[in-house]
């Protein structure tokens, strides 16, 4: 069946510092990949996404680009915030699957000052 | 449009009693996604309605558990009877059902079961 697997965390990172949350998939078909980001005591927001392969998808200086060769959707962020704390989760929808999403288990980011 | 609406926001109930938590999706999404979160085992997918009709329940822990869409507008999900092991968050999602399109979540329900 359709997974993802994502680096585990906690991730601690000095601010301005450069991200990388590794993300792989296993998949059929042609999946879509999404990022979501979930604040403390929040629910999940999209934060970016990508529908086929090569796909680019960027929002708010992150970005991850949809690798079928490798099934990777690594999220990187050439200078991270303090604001940038937060649970960060990698998921796929399947084709023709109704939109239903599998994510990853999460990475925490933790950026300090 | 206000979002995806939970409620209760946090529920504390005792061991074997009945748990109800609601959730109102966006007005024209018709795909509903009830979800659970734990440290253990992350963000699971209980079950998801398309156009008010379950598709795949395959989540569900086990028989205590249901889940109904009586209309496009609301959705419950029930717990009956509760254990402790029940304590997590439970999230409600909605979307348009396209394969590349956005989830909404809600703010989820906390649940505590003692």
């Known amino acids: 069946g359709n997974s993802v697997t994502q680096m585990e965390g906690p991730v601690t990172l000095s601010e301005e510092a450069f991200l990388t949350i590794n993300c792989t998939y296993t998949?059929?078909?042609?999946?879509?990949l999404f990022w979501y980001v979930q604040y403390p005591g929040e629910g999940l927001q999209l934060l970016l996404k990508?529908?086929?392969?090569?796909d680019k998808g960027s929002n708010k200086g992150f970005e991850a680009t949809y690798r079928k060769e490798t099934t990777s959707f690594h999220l990187e962020k050439g200078s991270v915030q303090v604001s940038d704390s937060a649970v960060y989760f990698c998921?796929?929808?399947?084709?023709?699957?109704?939109?239903?999403?599998?994510f990853g288990q999460g990475t925490e980011l933790s950026v300090k000052p | 449009d206000a979002g995806v609406i939970q409620s209760p926001r946090h529920e504390v109930t005792e061991m074997g009693q009945e748990v109800t938590l609601r959730c109102k999706p966006i007005?024209?999404?018709?795909?509903l996604f009830w979800y659970r979160q734990t440290m253990m085992r992350g963000l699971e997918l209980l079950i998801y309605f398309n156009n008010n009709v379950p598709i795949d329940d395959s989540g569900m822990p086990e028989d205590r558990f249901s889940a109904k869409m009586p209309n496009a507008s609301f959705s419950t999900l029930k717990i009956q009877p509760s254990e402790p092991r029940d304590s997590a968050v439970y999230f409600c999602?909605?979307?348009?059902?396209?394969?590349?399109?956005?989830?909404?979540f809600g703010q989820g329900t906390r649940l505590t079961v003692v």
């Open positions: 007005s024209g999404h018709n795909s």
């Open positions: 990508a529908t086929k392969a090569d």
């Open positions: 999602a909605s979307s348009t059902g396209g394969g590349d399109t956005e989830a909404f």
């Open positions: 998921a796929l929808s399947g084709w023709n699957q109704g939109g239903k999403l599998i």
């Open positions: 998949a059929t078909g042609y999946p879509s």
